[in-house]
């Protein structure tokens, strides 16, 4: 979908040549031989280059209009694909949890897609600023205990790979991910686990800037019980080996970057193998 285009249009489809040897057809000599296996090589040839685009976004490897096609197609994921695409009801983390425990993530709000406005602490928004805001998703999930819950994001941005890219450079130059100023805010739903889920209950965050869509994905965690936290820490931090800060014994670490990276997954592959639109 391009920019602007209608809801519901339809993608492109990548289709695969037919493999040699396929089913039962004879082998042929002769002149016609040659012309017809020609043939067949400038299909098969046709339908790997339609495979290598189809990849292109998950190994990077791609010419300039495959990637700005897929580029595209992602930026338009936010109102193409359902909510349970990109926010599945259950979400599998196997080895996600300390020391390659695995993780069940349970879906228990989706706020409604929104701009950005109180979505971010007032540093983090100027940050993003230069890439604008299309569109936020965000859904909170908890942990099979209850224990801990988990706010992921994303980030639909009106940016262009170069100033993705830009903003990427900054994030990684200057160590904003580091920054507790820079936490993303956690979405507290009434009635649920997460009810109590604020700014002062934040623990371990993650944010994301990809350079092969105009996507930020970021994941804030924290304790179902509401309690605070003093001594927040990014996830890369709080997960590594000898932490001993309250949220990384925890493994609040781990359900933050454990979750924003399978949420991030499924958003690739959907954008390299879109399903039907919805009508």
Known sequence: MTPGGTLGATRPVVTFARPEGYGDTPRVFGRRGRTAAAAACVVLGLGLIGGAVTGSWLVGDSGDSAERSTYVT??????????DQLFPPTVDGQGAG??????????????????????FDPLLRQVLDPVGCARLLRATYTDATQSYVTTVGL????????????????????????RTDLMPRPY?????????????????????????????VYAVSGWADGRTVDTPQPAPEATATGATAAPAQAGLGNEAQ?????????????????????S
């Open 98 to 119: 300390p020391g390659g425990a695995d993780r069940t993530w349970t879906r228990i709000a989706v706020a409604p897609d929104s701009n950005c406005a109180d979505a």
């Open 155 to 178: 980030l639909f941005t009106k940016a262009d790979a170069a100033a993705m890219r830009s903003l990427d450079g900054r994030f990684a130059k200057e160590g904003l991910t580091k």
């Open 258 to 278: 454990g979750l924003a990276d399978r949420i991030e997954r499924g958003l690739r592959k959907t954008a390299v193998t879109p399903s039907e639109q919805p």
């Open 74 to 83: 992602a930026g338009g994921l936010w109102h193409n694909v359902p909510v």
């Open 188 to 216: 507290a739903a009434k009635d649920t686990v997460a009810a109590a889920f604020g700014d002062k209950q934040r623990a371990a965050w993650t944010v994301s800037v990809l350079t092969d869509a105009p996507v930020v």
